[in-house]
């Protein structure tokens, strides 16, 4: 396998498993002020037949009490307190009761992480507490985040998603949205986005321009004739392969023109038709160049 292609599968599992972790707020103690009376409910819907999930939950410590799972479907918790979550902040495998399909996750919890569950659906507006979601690796075909104006972190990648509406998310800092089907990515009320993984959708286009405070821009794969990147004075990575962009070079020349000047910057743009002069003006704006 060529080099730089196992350098990628290393950086996207890395971007799932590791990145995921890095995500996770267990130190986060919220005021009392910033919390409810427990009964927030985060609902999950899983394909799998063998009744096996496995979910990393987390909350502040004065709401850990009142965070519990319905496993069963009865809507009622388990007296024997067999349904109560008793790890925080690390996966976990959980047993549904035979032929059920529906969990809930009752409580303030902050940070969830469902990865590779089969979810076929996830219903997340009754927990305005929600800080990070990460559900990479499913079967989703939709997910509604507006009724979470918390959210900082959002990993939906690798599922089937078609449509995603973040305009009522403005605390969002990383999105990871990759390998899906968006067609469009509305971001202008993600003035905080510091990491945009958006590769491997068909974009065709992707307006940055209220994203200034980007640090990390992946959107190889899509569909995109021109970016612009201008106004991004920490952007440290861009990966930008795979698009039609990448094959024009007047709009490369815009690109690099364009671009900051950073410290060992990540540029991929694949097999562009790029010159001498392009590569050295990459080299004097501190972009290393592939």
């Known amino acids: 396998m060529n080099h730089r292609y196992l350098y990628l599968w290393i950086v996207l599992l890395a971007t799932i498993v590791v990145g995921c972790q890095n995500d996770v707020i267990g130190e986060f103690e919220a005021d009392d002020s910033t919390l409810g009376d ?52 690390e996966y976990r495998e959980y047993s549904l009761a035979g032929g059920v399909k529906r969990l809930s996750i009752h409580g303030d919890i902050t940070y969830l992480d469902g990865a590779s569950n089969e979810l076929t659906e996830i219903d997340i507006s009754n927990n305005p507490f929600l800080r990070v979601l990460n559900v990479p690796l499913n079967q989703l075909s939709s997910i509604d985040v507006s009724k979470n104006p918390s959210l900082e972190r959002l990993d939906c990648s690798a599922n089937r998603i078609g449509k995603l509406d973040l305009s009522s998310n403005p605390a969002l800092v990383s999105l990871w949205v990759f390998n899906n ?27 940055l321009s209220a994203n200034s405070q980007l640090k990390q821009l992946l ?43 950073t410290i060992n910057g990540d540029l991929w743009i694949g097999e562009a038709n790029v010159n001498e002069s392009m590569q050295t003006r990459s080299v004097t704006k501190g972009w290393i160049m592939q």
Do not use: H, M
Not at 51 to 78: K, M, Q
Not at 186 to 197: A, K, T, V, W
């Open 38 to 89: 427990g009964s927030s409910v985060i609902t999950l819907y899983t394909g799998k037949t063998d009744g096996v999930i496995n979910l990393s939950v987390d909350a502040p410590l004065s709401a850990r009490a009142n965070v519990w799972i319905d496993l069963d479907g009865n809507g009622t918790r388990a007296e024997d307190g067999s349904e109560n979550v008793k790890t925080f902040n």
């Open 181 to 207: 089907e968006l067609s469009s990515l509305n971001l202008s009320n993600n003035g905080n986005l510091e990491l945009l993984d958006c590769s491997g959708n068909k974009l065709s286009s992707l307006d």
């Open 219 to 261: 959107c190889y794969n899509n569909a995109l004739s021109a970016l612009d990147v201008s106004n991004k004075e920490q952007l440290n990575r861009l990966w930008l392969f795979g698009n039609p962009v990448c094959g024009d070079a007047g709009e490369v020349e815009n690109l690099l023109y364009d671009l900051n000047e």
